[in-house]
């Protein structure tokens, strides 16, 4: 037969017994040396036991969660406060979430919120003494005092609602997106008072 022939002939060869492949399992050593691990009465091994190259990478990761910079007071992610009493609360939790997150003092946080402020609040914020010493919750109670309705309980009146309605009943609805603004307003107003019936 010629050769090219040959090649193209199937040969024919004894089955061979189907073998199914092993299941990808540790060796006995390896599971054994797992669990020695596992139930070692010494336990983990301390940090002085540890790579020192290990350790020092981790302690890199950690600060640079915990010493990452403050966003600058112009960036977008800043905490803002407008000037309405209704905002400073939320405005004062930003700044301490924002500390909290990278464990800084009462006192960083207090000149936080100082970096924060608004430029024409300020001179007066950073006039307060609360301002000057270490307690965050002093300073907040000290802020919460120069705008009355910020403490939560005198949000909004009465005359809040009036003075909305009067405004609004000046002013033609030109649009849906005025009257979206006009229902949200009204809507907070109401809520807070009927919840402080």
Not at 70 to 75: C, G
Not at 146 to 159: Q, V, W
């Amino acid at each position: 037969m010629p050769r090219s022939l040959r090649s193209q002939t199937p040969k024919t060869t004894q089955a061979q017994p189907e073998q199914t492949p092993e299941p990808d399992h540790t060796s006995d050593e390896e599971e054994t040396s797992s669990l020695k691990q596992l139930t070692d009465p010494q336990g983990p091994p301390d940090e002085e036991e540890q790579d020192p190259q290990d350790k020092e990478e981790r302690d890199e990761m950690v600060n640079a969660i915990t010493n990452s910079p403050l966003p600058n007071r112009s960036h977008g992610s800043a905490p803002k406060f407008d000037g309405k009493p209704w905002s400073l609360h939320h405005f004062l939790t930003e700044v301490r979430s924002l500390t909290n997150d990278r464990g800084l003092s009462d006192k960083r946080a207090i000149e936080a919120a100082l970096t924060y402020a608004p430029t024409s609040e300020f001179e007066l914020w950073k006039s307060l003494g609360a301002a000057k010493g270490d307690d965050w919750e002093k300073f907040v109670e000290a802020l919460i005092k120069l705008y009355p309705g910020a403490g939560g309980d005198r949000k909004f009146s009465k005359n809040d609602l009036k003075l909305l309605v009067s405004r609004s009943s000046q002013v033609p609805m030109a649009d849906q997106v005025m009257l979206g603004e006009y229902y949200r307003s009204f809507i907070n107003i109401v809520t807070f008072l009927e919840e402080k019936k």
